[in-house]
């Protein structure tokens, strides 16, 4: 087992379940090391919010960006060097408010970047406000009687927008999460992981989410767009979970 | 004036609506009398719409360098009848003009051409009368129809007979009228190449190694982005145009991360859409070349005009860092500029601003790039050994660079204030020693602002009248001293920051009046010199009507200051 600790001291909240996304994430790296891939050719990026000091736990290249431009800042660091193994980090205010327009062009090109966005549908480290995930009628400091706005559906937008791998996963079942990371990894072109997450400070979501999150079936067609689609935006009480879509598609970089 | 009858000057204009490609005829033009041995400038004016409107370009040619295009005309060809009536009035005594049109010809100064009837016979596209006019201008100069043809073949290739065609029409027409020549004899040297701002510019970054150009268009920086995308399997370069200008820099700092020479560029609205990401670079310490090509007027202004209402702006982003900020003043200075910006970036890791206009970027001249002062400059890289840190205090607060992919090395940046390794650190000590590590670079690049035209003088250097100028106001100025009663000293900032200030104060040493010329409405300069200085200008002449410096308007103005 590699080591991937480092000397920063952790400050997230006890118990947050970023700690799980960064257990997984470890354990991934490990697998993907002993499989071929080079330690030294991975970059991790980031955005700005809880999620984007996972950086600093983990002993390989990073690039802490901007708010939102965790995905632009990944697709230059491939087109840069396209030998660079990219994977970005990002919240779902980061992601899905502040960068959409960014994710919306990286699946429409299909760069070969993976991103991992941390969704607990609350924006942490500003203290509790609403983000385009949060349900309607959210109440934080910024919606004291509730958000009007109906919740974004991401992985619908994604997958219009052209996306050749999408995922979804729950942070607290950090084996299966894994796995999945592994398999976004190993996909060429725009992979993404929507990874659901409580937010035990202020939006703690584990009783809400426990008995919702179901795998997909083994024998789930990953290659049927429209049933992808369909799925994703099933309006049940259900939430699946695992590789909901995967086609291949030429990869940007490769067509510079 | 002496020197006007050693070299005149030959003025001639294309005129028509936009898609009749005047502009492309006027270029060929001027690449034809560079085929004979001449130099020529060349500005454009097009308003910003695709089809109709009213296009011209106008073009100076001379034996001598030309550094502006001149307002008084000797012919004019037009490919409209707009054309003749906007410019009649400024052509010379003796000058022609040379219209598309089918009636008889018979007044004097003015050839008419049947050219849309050939263009009808031959059931080609309208386009193609500009080449007929064209062939008529190249006999009317007693320019080679060869040489004509061959530029013809160099732009279409296989595909040069129809312009070739009209051409000879052409010729054989102004032939067959024995209208009286202009004869201009080809001079023995060398024809020069020809280029325009952006095109200089862009030769100069790739000198310099670039590897990544991300751009998103916007008027006149866009033709940095066609160059550079036309010429990128020739160049080995990756050219993306990606979904807006906040996703352009941070995809070239992540590019320039990766250890690629990278480089932007984008007009005053698509630069302040990237600032939030230009402190980052300042902070994170990634090198980058940004590009400000400055149009007139504010906001989305006038997209198609000239301006230089952008130095405060770049002098003054978010954060604090060391500040680069260059303008060149014609397409020759460009390239040297493009890359002395590239080797500054990487040595100093740190983003620079280079500020170009639309008369730089889109007029097109006779160049001569100097190739020999233009290289790929080492930057300060980590060896192997010791564990790797980014952002390693040392005296001179370069850190040595190391990228993603080097075996054994971890390689951290971030936006956050950061430790040596790249962590997130809000350490109250730390904060004031990391602030201090960026700005000591500021001494390393005072020195190396040596070894570069930080100020450029011109004319008579021990004159009692000085003029202080910046980017493309240089040509006009130059222009301009052929034609004032009193000889000035001119005196070009190049380095805006950081601002040359003890071989500034030494230049206007002994000037008895200062006079400052700018495209904007504060006087922007003038702003800076005081602040760096103390020195206050108080003669201003500043042009804010979208245009750049008319040489008689700027020659009558200096004439009556001084």
């Given amino acids: 087992m590699i080591d991937f600790s480092t000397k920063a001291k952790n400050t997230w909240c006890p118990g947050c379940t970023n700690f799980s996304i960064l257990a997984a994430f470890k354990n991934a790296l490990n697998d993907l090391a002993g499989e071929g891939y080079s330690k030294d050719n991975f970059v991790m990026v980031a955005g700005i919010g809880c999620h984007g000091k996972i950086p600093d736990y983990v002993d390989i290249n990073s690039f802490m960006s901007l708010h939102g431009r965790d995905v632009a800042s990944a697709e230059g660091i491939k087109a840069g060097n396209p030998n660079l193994t990219v994977v970005s980090f990002a919240g779902d205010g980061d992601a899905y408010a502040e960068g959409m327009e960014h994710l919306v062009h990286a699946a429409k090109r299909n760069a070969n970047i993976t991103l991992f966005v941390h969704n607990n549908q609350v924006f942490g480290l500003t203290t509790g406000q609403v983000t385009p995930t949060s349900p309607k009628g959210y109440r934080g400091r910024s919606t004291p009687f509730g958000s009007p706005e109906e919740p974004l559906n991401p992985l619908a937008v994604l997958l219009a927008s052209g996306a050749t791998f999408i995922a979804r996963a729950w942070a607290l079942d950090p084996d299966k999460l894994k796995e999945i990371m592994k398999r976004a990894v190993k996909h060429k072109g725009f992979s993404i992981v929507d990874i659901i997450q409580p937010c035990i400070t202020f939006s703690d979501t584990r009783a809400h989410f426990k008995d919702k999150v179901f795998y997909l079936d083994q024998n789930w067609p990953t290659n049927d767009w429209s049933k992808a689609m369909q799925k994703i935006r099933e309006n049940s009480d259900k939430v699946p979970l695992g590789v909901i879509y995967e086609i291949n598609k030429p990869v940007f970089e490769e067509q510079l | ?562």
């Fill in chain 2, 1 to 562: 004036m002496p020197m006007e009858k050693k070299s005149p000057i030959y003025t001639i204009l294309v005129g028509g609506a936009a898609g009749d490609g005047a502009k492309e005829a006027a270029i060929n033009f001027g690449r034809l009398a560079a085929k004979h041995g001449y130099e020529f400038f060349l500005s454009v004016e097009y308003p910003s719409l695709i089809r109709g409107g009213h296009n011209y370009a106008r073009v100076s040619i001379s034996s001598k360098k030309v550094f502006c295009d001149s307002a008084e005309l000797d012919a004019v060809v037009a490919l409209n009848d707009e054309t003749v009536e906007k410019h009649r009035s400024e052509i010379k005594k003796g000058g022609m003009i040379f219209l598309d049109s089918a009636e008889d010809a018979g007044k004097k100064g003015l050839i008419n051409i049947p050219a849309s009837a050939w263009v009808k016979e031959e059931n080609l596209p309208r386009l193609f009368r500009a080449s007929a006019l064209l062939g008529a201008v190249c006999r009317y100069y007693n320019f080679d129809i060869v040489e004509l043809n061959n530029i013809f073949k160099e732009i279409f290739g296989e595909k040069a007979g129809p312009n070739i065609l009209l051409a000879k029409k052409g010729y054989e027409f102004l032939q067959s009228k024995n209208v009286q020549q202009v004869f201009l004899p080809r001079r023995k040297c060398a024809g020069k190449m020809v280029l325009d701002g952006n095109e200089a510019f862009s030769e100069g970054l790739v000198k310099a190694g670039l590897k990544n150009y991300f751009g998103y268009p916007m008027t006149p920086s866009s033709s940095i982005l066609h160059y550079l995308a036309k010429k990128a399997k020739e160049y080995k370069l990756k050219v993306v145009q990606p979904e807006n200008e906040i996703s352009v820099i941070n995809m070239a700092l992540g590019a320039s991360y990766a250890g690629s020479r990278t480089a932007i560029a984008s007009t005053g609205g698509g630069f302040a859409l990237m600032l939030e990401a230009m402190a980052f670079a300042g902070v994170a310490e990634i090198p980058i070349v940004v590009v400000d090509a400055q149009r007139a007027s504010t906001s989305t202004g006038v997209p198609t005009r000239t301006g230089q209402g952008d130095l405060d702006f770049v002098r003054h982003l978010p954060g604090e860092y060391p500040r680069i900020v260059l303008a060149p003043g014609d397409a020759d200075e460009a390239y040297l500029i493009a890359g002395a910006a590239m080797n500054l970036a990487w040595k100093f890791q740190s983003p620079a601003v280079v500020l170009l206009d639309k008369h730089l970027s889109e007029s097109v001249s006779t160049v001569d790039l100097q190739t020999n002062k233009v290289k790929i400059e080492n930057p300060k890289i980590a060896g192997n050994g010791a564990a790797y840190r980014r952002y390693a205090f040392s005296p001179d607060g370069v850190s040595a660079l190391a990228f993603p992919g080097e075996k054994g090395k971890v390689v951290k940046i971030s936006s956050y204030e950061h430790d040596e390794d790249g962590y997130i650190c809000d350490g109250v000590e730390n904060a004031k020693k990391m602030c201090e590590k960026r700005f000591a670079k500021t001494k390393g690049i005072v020195v190396e602002r040596k070894k570069y035209d930080s100020i450029k003088i011109y004319g008579d250097k021990k004159a009692k009248n000085a003029v202080i100028f910046w980017g493309s106001v240089k040509g006009p100025m130059l222009e301009a001293m052929r034609a004032v009663k009193r000889p000035y000293k001119a005196v070009q900032i190049v380095w805006l920051e950081p601002f040359d200030t003890d071989r500034f104060l030494k230049e206007i040493k002994g000037v008895k009046k200062l006079v400052i010329a700018e495209n904007n409405f504060t006087g922007q300069l003038a702003k800076l010199i005081r602040e760096k200085t103390g020195v206050e200008i108080k003669n201003k002449i500043l042009k804010y009507d979208s245009l750049p410096f008319d040489v008689r308007e700027l020659a009558k103005k200096l004439d009556k200051i001084f």
